[in-house]
DNA sequence: ATGTAC
């Protein structure tokens, strides 16, 4: 598909909204809504993400809007930073680059009771001992290893597998998403090639835009809620961002493979056959959401791995046990995953699918899934930006119930193609470059810091100012990052 | 995102 800019009707429908109307496209279903300032909207028509916008308007059983956030860019079928939904009643389809390769990628915060002064002086050591100790890279295996057997259960079972074998404490599972464990998923609809790839990488960063982060609160925003998240200024963090591995991407492309004749063999037709789906209630689209949520529950198990990881390092780095620096989880969000939830459509309660690829759940106070210890404040939201300038935890809100399916955006958002990044950091040691900002940046790859420097990013400053401004979720804090481990 | 082309 050509990736050039996109030139169809974007209006102006209200606070920071933008609608492209179903007249753009044949057989758009619903408008597309793309959250964005006006500045903004300058970079997200430089790729044909909006476009994509407009594809996924015309899937079978949409729901309200095709809904993109203001990290918005583009993807395989979907744009990374969408959100739809569909109603198996009105033949909704369920569609995996609507959740993207890399099933239940997603970020979680880990707390500690050390502040800033604790640490300046400490970095270097920090960060050499976490890269040395957590494997990072494409296709790099870790220090956990499953048989075929074990590998399945921890599947069908989330991180309470791992739990259950010393990695990690119950409480964890209280501060996951759906406590890390996505009811309905069948390890047996995995294959045994992807079970394989899984096997050897649980426990292990990844590569591209993952990472693992030392950062520090660098400001709050919303006092009471930053107490009811246990954050204040100072205070040193880690936030890990990785994913479900070759697992998740194996999953992804044996049910790609299998719904390429679901067009025909269903009567629909698609603008993009990157857009490959199958009706929710089909053998292809049964098998899929079995297989994606045992991938996603693998997905939290790999960051429970990594956590663990980091507790150790920093036991060993401080003389003290992780308990005893106060290393508790925050939460941990999945931002690449479909879901099967009850929204209010025009006034009538309905279960939709709602497919989140690069957008993150914000669910509001009192709402039933959001874990009681948040329950009267909402859901934590984490975002991570880029390594040079910040992340934000942000709280979920009522607006993005009533506007986005509980949604908001997922990060910075590439503002540079890879390649692009890539030719831009020839010549340069952005290692040092990143030192001179206060950031010790330790990768397994020189090419992966060009592509994910920080101007490779939109401003996740400006991204979060959206969506706050939008009420799709509000700011908590800033957190400055001062070491990182990449691929 | 991904043993970046079984």
Redesign the pocket.
């Known amino acids: 598909m050509s990736k050039g800019a996109f030139t169809g009707p974007l209006e102006h429908i209200g606070c920071c909204c933008h609608r492209i109307p179903t007249s753009y496209k044949a057989g758009m279903r619903v408008p597309g809504h793309i959250y964005a300032s006006d500045a903004m909207l300058e970079t997200i028509r430089k790729d044909q993400a909006p476009d994509q916008v407009a594809n996924v308007a015309t899937l079978p059983g949409i729901q309200v809007a095709s809904i993109a956030m203001p990290d918005i860019h583009w993807g395989?079928g979907f744009c990374i930073g969408g959100v739809c939904a569909t109603d198996p009643e009105e033949g909704g389809v369920i569609s995996p680059g609507g959740v993207?390769?890399?099933i239940n990628?997603g970020v979680r915060l880990l707390k500690t009771n050390l502040y800033l002064d604790d640490v300046k002086h400490h970095m270097r050591e920090l960060v050499k001992a976490l890269f040395y100790t957590i494997p990072t890279?494409?296709?790099?295996a870790g220090r956990y290893k499953f048989n075929p057997v074990e590998t399945r259960r921890l599947m069908g079972e989330g991180p309470r597998f791992v739990i259950d074998r010393g990695l990690g404490v119950a409480r964890d599972l209280d501060h996951t998403e759906a406590n890390g464990h996505i009811d309905g998923g069948d390890p047996h609809q995995v294959s045994d090639?992807a079970v394989?790839?899984g096997a050897e990488?649980c426990g292990t960063l990844?590569?591209?835009?993952?990472f693992l982060e030392v950062q520090v609160v660098d400001s709050v925003f919303d006092a009471d809620v930053a107490r009811a998240f246990g954050l204040e200024l100072n205070q040193i963090c880690v936030m890990i961002h990785?994913?479900?591995?070759?697992l998740?991407?194996?999953v992804?492309d044996d049910s790609l493979a299998s719904f390429r004749n679901c067009p025909v063999k269903y009567g629909f037709e698609l603008p993009d056959r990157q857009l490959a789906c199958a009706p929710v209630d089909s053998p292809e689209g049964r098998k899929y959401i079995a297989a994606m949520r045992a991938a996603a529950n693998y997905g939290f198990c790999n960051r429970q791995l990594l956590m663990q990881q980091a507790r150790e390092v920093f036991a060993g780095v401080f003389g003290r046990s992780w308990e005893d620096l106060g290393m508790e989880q925050l939460y941990d969000v999945a931002h690449n995953i479909a879901k099967l939830e009850e929204h209010t459509i025009e006034g009538k309660k309905k279960k939709v699918w709602v497919h989140r690829k690069g957008a993150t759940r914000a669910f509001p106070a009192g709402h039933p899934e959001v874990p009681e210890a948040f329950r009267a404040v909402g859901q934590p939201v984490i975002i991570p930006g880029d390594m040079g300038r910040a992340s934000w935890i942000l709280v979920g809100s009522q607006g993005a119930m009533d506007k986005t399916f509980g949604t908001t955006c997922h990060g910075a958002g590439r503002a540079m193609s890879?390649t692009a990044a890539l030719k831009d950091g020839v010549g340069r040691k952005i290692d040092k470059e990143l030192e001179h900002r206060g950031v010790i940046a330790m990768a397994s790859?020189r090419?992966g810091l060009a592509?994910?420097q920080p101007k490779a990013y939109k401003n996740v400053d400006d991204v979060v100012g959206v969506v706050h401004d939008a009420d799709l979720s509000r700011r908590v804090a800033r957190m400055r990052p001062l070491g990182v481990i990449k691929?």
């Open positions: 395989y993207g390769y890399d990628c890279g494409a296709g790099r090639h394989k790839r990488q990844g590569s591209g835009n993952h990785s994913g479900s591995r070759g998740g991407y194996q992804c890879r790859s090419n592509e994910e691929g």
